[in-house]
């Protein structure tokens, strides 16, 4: 990839995965909106409503991060062909992971380089890792399908458990608030913003290896688009 086709896709890739984002951000406001509307009238007869409404929200959510994941890779040279049309979350998390390791969001905190005027460090802060991801979107399938008949008559669906649901939609947005993308075989890591509530637009900057590199804990050096 030249330089010129790394530049278009980068402008191109932030258009994508932010809007991505945005849908994201607005279904993690909406958990927060419903939850809000059960803990107000808790003994509501609809209330069953709102718990599967969040239950899908979350599974969406996570399907939205999977897809803005596939994006960022289809859009850099990753050879994602066979995962294109993907849309079960641990598949792309799964086969995106044996292309690129470094590849999942890892949340951040942006801190302004008061030296340097435009430049930002990134301090590690803690995240919500693949494993515990792909296993709140297993945990909310139990509650997006009807299960099978001798559930039904036995009473053996589990409950809704809405404090449990208020906790993945934090954990979420603990995560994506501010969080990192590695992209090493371009030399490219995306650090993105999430919008707030009921305004503005998730926004990214690009950081660019202006050489080889080497990632903590990986014995690979990778070359930037350049070298």
């Not at 994508?16 to 803990?39: F, K, P, Q």
């Not at 942006?110 to 945990?139: C, W």
């Amino acid at each position: 990839m030249t330089t010129d086709q790394l530049e278009l896709n980068v402008q191109r890739l932030g258009e994508i995965y932010c809007g991505i984002m945005d849908h994201v951000s607005d279904r993690l406001n909406s958990i927060t909106e419903a939850l809000a509307e059960v803990e107000a009238n808790p003994d509501h007869p609809n209330n069953w409503r709102n718990a599967e409404f969040c239950y899908l929200q979350i599974r969406k959510c996570v399907e939205y991060v999977a897809l803005a994941l596939l994006a960022a890779h289809r859009a850099n040279d990753y050879e994602c062909e066979t995962i294109e049309n993907a849309y079960k979350a641990d598949v792309i998390f799964s086969d995106l992971g044996k292309l690129n390791p470094h590849g999942f969001p890892l949340a951040i905190q942006i801190e302004l380089n008061n030296e340097a005027p435009g430049h930002h460090h990134v301090a590690p802060s803690p995240t919500l890792s693949k494993r515990r991801m792909k296993r709140i979107y297993d945990d909310c399938a139990v509650h997006l399908h009807s299960g099978r008949l001798t559930d039904i008559i036995n009473q053996t669906i589990p409950p809704y458990d809405l404090p449990r649901v208020a906790t993945w939609r934090n954990e979420l947005a603990s995560m994506l608030s501010q969080h990192q993308v590695m992209l090493p075989h371009v030399g490219l890591v995306m650090v993105v913003t999430l919008k707030g509530p009921g305004f503005g637009n998730s926004s990214v900057i690009f950081g660019q290896a202006e050489g080889p590199f080497q990632i903590e804990g990986d014995a690979a050096v990778y070359n930037d688009v350049d070298c």
